[in-house]
């Protein structure tokens, strides 16, 4: 027999098995196969080796198999011999006796032709075959999702411009790999199939690109490539497909996002000056799309609010990586360019509007913060009309000198004495060192040369902002970033990239007094200068005397640029932040609690005098709260006195009256229980003479029924009215809008405190099932995005009054935990995000034996929820769980035998954190990173635990605080981490060298 060329229609396909490797047959050969090794195509009985593209066959068994695919894993071999220990150079691939020799005709005349071969010459198909009966379930099974399958192929084949279609067959290839045996060639080839993740993304890209070649300029398929792409492709290549796509869509702001957000993460080739740079080239192309300097690509809606996101996450990201300088530099020059920006230059393009900046920051006049600042426009005129008259400064008072033993005891270990100076570092240089021209100082002068910011640090990422709300949310996240607590959250885009420590678990302030707790809602972002262990309380503590003074005149500076609302919203920001330390001082520094005190009732006294808040109801709610805390019941008392007799006739219509009247009978309820009696009467005072048209008048003693009568059907009247008005109008009304929730709460606690319990759970039950409908509608329609987020808004406000009223009188009351779990439950469907609701959840499913219906309910949230609280809560109870576990099996430091089944709690917990950062916004959260490093050290697992703090560097190479953690954990690794740390650029304020020399003196 002659060797002869290597033709497809000579060879019978037998099966396939994985690895691209089929098994073949031609006819007159005694035994064929493939050589895994050799990749080739042996013969035996042949003079020579025959070798054939694996790809040429592929293309060709293709067209006869349908179900052909691409995977990897191990040769199937239908040889049952037992396996011999010589190497074999073949696959041997035994003849089917079965089967009849073909004959020859003119078709086939040599007669080595099978009859598949024979019909595919002849241009037929096969056979059809009889259709088989679904006999099992698992044929049923398959058979719809082949049904599926076809159905989707039809869809896309009518509308291939449809993207949401395209999108939705991709994500059903999960659903297609996870049925067994829908592209199972053999019965025990299923498993394997099933568990082929290479195959999948293959199926996934197929279909992408099939999308994309129906949709050339749809953004989101290529993005879906990108990231499907990310699996297997380098990322030197997949930064070549980011840039091409960037450079046809530069205007397109959630393209930017990502592509930040994945060269953040590429632990390869980041460096803080490279994304630094990075940031200001985006803000400046979007700046020239919207001018309209890029003619060749519009702008798209929303890019203003987008460019705001971009320029608040690259502030994150500098505070993250430690350079805080350069975060308040950034903010101060946003703000001159924003509030203070000559007219001459208002319409001029934004690029030269920054060159006209740029004399103004280098000039060395005083910035926003620092004192005498002016701003850029006042600057401007005065230098156009000679400059500024120099003033000689007060002598009298003398810059506070530092100290300059910052290594307080060297005998300490030297990773200990590093954490600790590094750490006091950062909290008394966060502000830019600038020369002091009154001293002489030039800039040689500064003895840590970071600490200076020039304008091209800054100049690229300097955007304009022209609606009015943007305005308002510049100076909230700078009052933010300086630890003011104003309520300001980043928007959602960076809100996980931002959060970096673990004060969304502390509950202490909740649990004393669930009515009235203190909640400055820092939703574990840190402020700039503290990065603190995890696990230390979150209170706000201040800064040094310089910080304090910086926060001050940024307060003098912004004030008189608002009025109304916002000009009162800065005002109790202020007054939040000094009540803040003030709670601070309570829980830990008692000694300086007089002189806190002292200074916070100033400044709202100082507030209160100003004309325009006298009679802002916020403030003098805010006063009345502070003389609460500091003990002063009677003058607390008697400024909320005060307050409700300057109001009107608005009885139930005031949103801020009712919070008032709110706040003072809740904290009647929560005083000591041996006055419970009187506080209560004193409590049903406030809130019936809420609903009187006649001026307010304090406590007298106890209110009469029939005043108890009129005040709740006052309660129902203007709760059905402002429902109605609600519900009914499209839009609804602002004013219904704003006092409903308030009105709600106090209707809730009225009758709580003169019925019950029930009264007040049927109150929220009629209000939440009138509300859901309009803000969670069960069938597909329209609806107003903004009306149904203020409603949204007032159910959760409800809801959390509603369970801190369950919370209260369980307290102080027998009364089951059912009702309150279901309300917990039913809201954090609603509000995955909420973290009050999480941490209420997990406190009293922790008093629960049984895990199970938290374990499954947590289960549900965390597959449907796009909020990470999820996670970061299923893993805390399991944290507290196996905390009380551990503390009932180690009494006084030994062991004893578990009374407790709970064996999995560990591997449970590290699965609950593999799972989390296997997610888009988990992988890039600094915070669980570091609880996911905490908890392994806490186990003793040393190895392990450096595996996870360098696979933590792959997602967040930019956080600084994983670093000084890992210093803690791993003492002997700091000048390893040292090193990495200043090869990536993050901010190093004691290199080891200063080290050595400071511990040498």
């Not at 084949?157 to 395209?166: G, I, K, V």
């Not at 640029?561 to 919203?569: E, N, R, V």
């Not at 279901?822 to 895990?851: C, D, F």
């Not at 988990?922 to 490093?933: T, V």
Request: proline share 6%; hydrophobic share 35%; charged share 25%.
């Amino acid at each position: 027999m002659t060797d002869r060329k290597p033709d497809p229609a000579n060879w019978e396909y037998k099966s396939l098995y994985r690895g691209d490797i089929a098994r073949y047959k031609r006819k007159g050969d005694s035994c064929l196969g493939i050589n895994p090794k050799k990749q080739c195509i042996s013969w035996e009985g042949t003079s020579a080796v025959k070798k054939h593209s694996h790809k040429h066959l592929e293309r060709y068994f293709t067209k006869k198999s349908v179900g052909l695919m691409h995977t990897e894993g191990i040769a199937v071999c239908g040889n049952t011999e037992p396996p011999s220990s010589e190497p074999v150079p073949f696959i041997p691939v035994k003849d089917s006796a079965d089967v009849a020799p073909p004959v020859a005709t003119w078709l086939n005349p040599l007669g080595i032709y099978d009859q598949s071969t024979t019909q595919w010459l002849q241009g037929q198909g096969p056979l059809e075959q009889e259709p088989k009966q679904p006999d099992s379930q698992r044929d049923r099974e398959s058979a719809a999702l082949k049904a599926r399958v076809e159905e989707f192929n039809r869809k896309v084949r009518e509308n291939p411009r449809d993207t949401q279609l395209w999108m939705a067959f991709v994500a059903f290839q999960d659903e297609v790999m996870r049925s067994p045996g829908l592209y199972a060639l053999e019965d025990g080839e299923q498993e394997k199939h099933r568990k082929s993740l290479k195959l999948l993304l293959e199926k996934k890209l197929a279909v992408l690109e099939r999308a994309i070649e129906s949709n050339p300029s749809s953004v989101d398929l290529k993005l879906a490539k990108l990231q499907l792409c990310a699996e297997f492709w380098e990322p030197s290549a997949l930064a070549k497909e980011w840039q091409k796509l960037l450079f046809l869509h530069p205007n397109n702001t959630d393209l930017w996002q990502r592509y930040l957000s994945f060269c953040q993460s590429q632990f390869g080739t980041f460096s803080v000056s490279k994304l630094h740079s990075l940031y200001g080239k985006c803000l400046s192309t979007l700046s020239a799309v919207k001018d309209g300097s890029i003619l060749s690509h519009p702008v798209l809606p929303g890019t203003e609010e987008a460019m705001f996101a971009l320029f608040l996450q690259q502030c994150h990201f500098l505070r993250q990586a430690g350079h805080s300088e350069k975060v308040i530099s950034l903010f101060q020059a946003m703000v001159d360019f924003t509030f203070f920006k000559p007219d001459s230059v208002k319409e001029l393009p934004t690029k030269v509007q920054v060159e006209f900046f740029e004399p103004f920051w280098d000039s060395g006049e005083p910035r926003v913060g620092e004192k005498g600042a002016r701003g850029w426009r006042a600057w401007m005129h005065q230098q156009e009309r000679g400059g500024w008259v120099l003033v000689n400064p007060d002598e009298d008072e003398e810059e506070p000198e530092e100290d300059d033993q910052e290594i307080k005891d060297k005998t300490l270990p030297r990773w200990q004495i590093w954490l600790a100076v590094e750490r006091s570092r950062d909290q008394r240089h966060w502000r830019p060192w600038r020369p002091d021209k009154t001293k002489k100082q030039t800039e040689e002068d500064c003895e840590d040369p970071e600490r200076q910011v020039l304008f091209d640090d800054i100049g690229q990422s300097l955007i304009r902002l022209s609606s009015p709300g943007l305005h308002f949310q510049l100076i909230e996240a700078f009052l933010q970033f300086l630890g003011v607590p104003s309520g300001f959250l980043p928007p959602a885009s960076c809100l996980y990239l931002a959060m970096d420590e673990s004060s969304v678990f502390d509950s202490e302030l909740y649990d004393e007094k669930p009515l009235t707790y203190f909640n400055p809602s820092f939703s574990g972002i840190s402020c700039v200068g503290y990065m603190e262990q995890l696990g230390c309380p979150r209170w706000t503590k201040g800064h040094s005397r310089e910080g304090e003074d910086f926060i001050r005149n940024v307060f003098h500076l912004v004030l008189p640029l608002f009025s109304g609302k916002q000009k009162s919203q800065l005002c109790l920001s202020w007054l939040r932040y000094e009540v803040a330390k003030v709670i601070w001082c309570l829980h830990t520094k008692k000694k300086r609690l007089k002189s806190q005190g002292k200074n916070c009732k100033k400044l709202a006294k100082n507030l209160l005098k100003e004309p325009e808040n006298r009679n802002n109801f916020c403030l003098w709610k805010q006063y009345a709260h502070l003389e609460w805390l500091l003990g002063n019941i009677e003058d607390a008392r008697k400024v909320f006195d005060t307050a409700l007799s300057m109001a009107g006739s608005n009885e139930l219509k005031d949103r801020e009256l009712c919070e008032l009247s709110l706040l003072y009978a809740e904290l009647e309820m929560e005083l000591s229980p041996d006055s419970r009696g009187a506080a209560t009467g004193r409590a049903v005072h406030v809130l019936t003479r809420l609903t009187e048209s006649s001026p307010y008048g304090p406590y007298a003693g106890q209110v009469m029924a029939t005043q108890v009568l009129k005040a709740r059907k006052a309660y129902e009247r203007a709760l059905q009215d402002c429902l109605g008005q609600t519900c009914a109008s499209d839009p609804a009304p602002a004013e219904s809008l704003d006092c409903l929730g308030s009105l709600v709460k106090c209707f809730m606690l009225f009758q709580y405190l003169t019925v019950g319990i029930d009264a007040a759970v049927q109150i929220y039950g009629q209000v939440f099932a009138k509300l859901k409908g309009s803000v969670f509608p069960e069938g597909p329609g329209p609806e107003d995005s903004a009306r149904s987020q203020s409603l949204s808004n007032v159910l959760e406000a409800v809801t959390l009054m509603h369970t801190s009223l369950l919370r209260f009188h369980m307290n102080s009351s027998v009364y089951p935990l059912a009702p309150l779990r279901e309300t917990l439950s039913e809201a954090l469907k609603l509000y995955p995000g909420n973290q009050v609701l999480w941490r209420a959840y997990v406190q009293i499913q922790n008093k629960s034996h049984s895990a199970n219906k938290t374990r499954r309910f947590l289960d549900v949230v965390t597959r449907s929820a796009k909020h990470l609280e999820p996670w970061l809560f299923a893993i805390e109870a399991e944290k507290t769980r196996k905390r009380l576990v551990d503390s009932v099996q180690r009494v006084g430091g030994r062991e004893v035998h578990a009374t407790i089944p709970e064996t999995g709690l560990t591997h449970r917990i590290r699965n609950l954190f593999e799972n989390a950062i296997r997610s888009d916004k988990g992988s890039q959260c600094p915070l669980l990173w570091r609880m996911y490093l905490n908890f392994l050290v806490s186990l003793g697992n040393k190895e392990r635990s450096k595996g996870v703090f360098y696979k933590a560097l792959q997602s967040c190479p930019w956080a600084k605080v994983l670093y000084m953690d890992a210093m803690e954990y791993f003492p002997d690794e700091l000048p390893e981490i040292l090193d990495v740390m200043t090869e990536k650029e993050l901010r190093v304020r004691l290199p080891l060298e200063e080290l050595e020399l400071l511990l040498e003196d």
